[in-house]
């Protein structure tokens, strides 16, 4: 392998761009902490962005995963349980580095601008990328139409966006997604170790 | 070395049962290709099978052994966007875990003149027979002794490649057990081991050297084991000359035909 090969596997790792995503997260959350409050303007939507971000590609990857490249996968000597594995793993760490970016702009929240700030919001985020991971999952493991993904794509995008900007988000809402996360792993599990792909 | 048993599985409207054991070749066929897909799918361990395949006496379904031995390919799907070997070597061990042999690759890719059965503008598109040479010689670069290929020869029109393929396909050095969803029975003459057939009526297994098929131009209550019935109704070949002598005399005509002769009867 070439070292040019090398360089190109080395950034083509998941791990890596988790990684380097991990890094220019938080570069720009302490950007935007510090210059936006210098200017009077709401932090908060950064934040709101990057795990909007993770969330949705998260769902976007995890159709793509269940709906065809698992077909590709088996076919290619990899079992459904070693694919499940490897994909709640990818979900865990991600997760893991969006709870790391929680901490670091509490931190910095308290450090730069010393309010008080609303944990039930920031706890709802992780929950929601979860959440909304395992029904992208669950949507290609029920073969459905990439065009309607697409469309409930947009509504859930709406639908969050005005949930995040107009309703107080309670401790409830956080339990209700967690129990929703719960579910949906056990009936994706169920579904991938019974259904014909 | 691996065998694998297959236990009262159904297929079409009855139940079949076989030993693959390593060295065989063995051959499907049906006109409804949804049902070698289905089987396929079984067999290869990607679906549940309901407890009926085994591979060294364990169900095959998500079996990490058996998987890590067998590749399941359907050679009609659209084969890899690219006849670079490096970057394909690259795919295909970073993403599948798969042993890929570039240099056996390019030579085939030579050897097929590939390259003449394909456009490119800013992706490749090929023909339909170079779609199917690609995933060839794709599958003939990798390192599993054991292989599940669907539509082995599908869009082939060149004789020499047909050839190369169906000489892979059937080199008993290299790979441990084949099994083929045929496309094209005719081409695969003398080849195989066992030939599954799932008729529009029964499914047989038969060993194609020594079982053969009849052919009916008529239809009667007297035919047993039919494989398809119509204008030409084919039966295995297993009646008895009163049985024959039987049809003569009702000027029913038919034919002593071989397993591979079966698409001509249509």
Redesign the interface.
Known sequence: MSSMQKINAFFKNYYVQLTLFFLLALFLILVSIVFLEDIGANSDILIYNIFGTLAFSGLLYSFHLSKTKIRQLTQAGKTRADIYKDYMLRLIASLGVSVLLVAYYIVLFKIYVNEQFDYDKILFLPMMTLFLSLLGFLLGMLKMKTVWLYVLFGILLGGLALIVINFQIGYYLDLALLLGVLILSGVCYRLIVRKNI | MGTLEIKNLKLGADMISLSIKPGMIVGVYSRNKPAVLLFL?QV?????NGGTCFWDDQNLF???AY??S????DFSKPCPSTLRA?YLK?R?E?N???NFDSEKFAKLVRDLNIRQELLIDYRYHFSEMGNTLTNFAMMASLD?PNLIINNPTTGVTKNTSAEIIINELCDRQKYQTVILGLDNLKVFQNRLDLLILIGEEHSFVLDPKTEGLMAFRSNSERFKNRICSGTITVTLDGYSKEELKYFEKQQIEFQKISAFDLEVFR
């Open positions: 799918e290869s361990g990607i679906n549940e998500d079996d990490p998987f890590r067998r590749i399941f390919l490096g690259e295909l970073s599948y875990g798969l599993k």
